[in-house]
């Protein structure tokens, strides 16, 4: 049995399914074979194919009649790094960081931790933008955290942990930060909010290359970032500026998502490119050798959508920018399992 599933490889993670300890739970009963193959995240972009590669390789064992492959999935965490036991029970944290502002971070972020909610991982959303703090209204969060042991509960809205620090400011008034306290503010938002266990921590980065991406690139273990950007940003090399900070700092960029990268038009639903020609985005990662995760079409219905507080894949599923949230959520799923594998060896699943 297990020789016949160690000719399978996970085509992502380039490894055997045995080797990669994810075969589990085998029952064998007058020629009927069951067993659970534990993938490294719930979101796994290659699911339905190593489940069938799985079946065809066992159903290939003489005197095997019946397969039944179940799935299920632990994702596995980030390895050992300073500063770990700010956020014990979180396994990766996830910065979602863009070179300038309104290119859609906000909207990429709460989508795709939507998404991997919708997938069964157990998802964070922190919102790190302490100048314009936009999570709360996208994802339609009004009430305001509630505090129990002296540490925020973090507020529960489409199956995502919310935690900002718009839920803590008086929506008029206006906050004048200097550095430290944008450092102090982001390190309570991690340390000080009971997040409890979580596959994911997404981090919705204010713009641009200052504080608040420092602190939380030097104070926190990230497993990486996701930078966000627009054709025409890729055309003012701004966003370029952003990935070179989080590579020098040791960072690693989990990859690119070009948002509005072509406007659909919602009477005729044909596609133009405005900000300058489609893939843009996914030349500018090939030159600078980043992974490129996908690309979102610019729907006026987004803005409706982060507006009424219900993200895309939320409102809309089966819309076109609601199937490629769920795609980059995958891609960025497996480019973290890959990431844990190769920095670990072996697959930690604490
Ligand atoms: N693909 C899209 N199609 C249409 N509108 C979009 C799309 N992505 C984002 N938007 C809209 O663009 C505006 C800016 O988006 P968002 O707030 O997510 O950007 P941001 O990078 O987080 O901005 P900021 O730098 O201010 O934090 C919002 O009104 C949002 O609804
Ligand atoms: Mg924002």
């Known amino acids: 049995m297990l020789a016949a599933l160690s000719q399978v490889k996970d085509p992502e993670l380039g490894r055997d399914l045995v080797t990669l300890g994810m075969v589990q739970n085998v029952r064998v009963r007058d020629g009927a074979v069951g067993l659970t193959l534990v993938l490294t995240t719930p979101a796994c972009p290659m ?20 397969v039944r492959v179940e799935m299920s999935s632990r994702v596995a965490a980030r390895a050992g790094a300073p500063g770990e036991d700010l956020v014990p029970g979180v396994k990766n944290i996830v910065a979602v960081a863009s070179g300038k502002g309104g290119v859609g971070k906000s909207t990429v972020a709460t989508n795709l931790a939507v998404a991997l909610a919708q997938m069964d991982a157990s998802v964070g959303l922190l919102d790190a933008d302490i100048y314009g703090p936009s999570i709360p209204t996208m994802m339609g969060a009004t009430e305001r955290p ?11 809205r ?18 004048i930060w200097r550095g430290p306290m944008v450092a102090g503010a982001i390190r309570q938002l991690l340390s000080d909010v009971d997040w409890g266990d979580l596959d994911y921590l997404l981090v919705d980065l204010p713009p641009g290359t200052g504080d608040a991406q420092l602190t939380l690139a030097q ?14 940003d890729v055309a003012l090399s701004i966003a370029t500026k952003a990935l070179m900070m989080f590579r020098k700092m040791d960072v690693p960029v989990l990859g690119v998502v070009e948002n509005m990268s072509s406007f659909v038009c919602p009477h005729c639903r044909e596609e133009t490119a405005i900000f300058g020609r489609e893939g843009d985005g996914e030349r500018a990662a090939t030159r600078l050798d980043v992974p490129f995760l996908g690309r979102v079409p610019l729907e006026p219905a987004i803005v409706a959508e982060g507006d ?18 769920r795609d980059i959520a995958r891609t960025m799923a497996g480019r973290i399992s890959i990431l844990n594998l190769n920095r670990d060896g072996a697959l930690s699943g604490k």
């Open 219 to 232: 104070s926190v273990p990230l497993t990486g970032v996701v930078v966000v950007m627009t054709a025409q």
């Open 146 to 156: 509630a505090v129990k042991k002296e540490r925020l509960l973090p507020v529960a």
């Open 47 to 66: 699911r339905g194919q190593i489940q069938e590669a799985a079946e065809v390789a066992v159903r290939g064992i003489p005197g095997v009649n019946d």
């Open 308 to 325: 009424r507080g219900t993200p895309s894949v939320a409102a809309r599923p089966d819309s076109r920018p609601a199937q490629a949230f």
């Open 158 to 175: 489409h199956g995502v942990k919310l935690m900002s620090l718009g839920f803590l400011l008086e929506a008029s008034a206006p906050v």
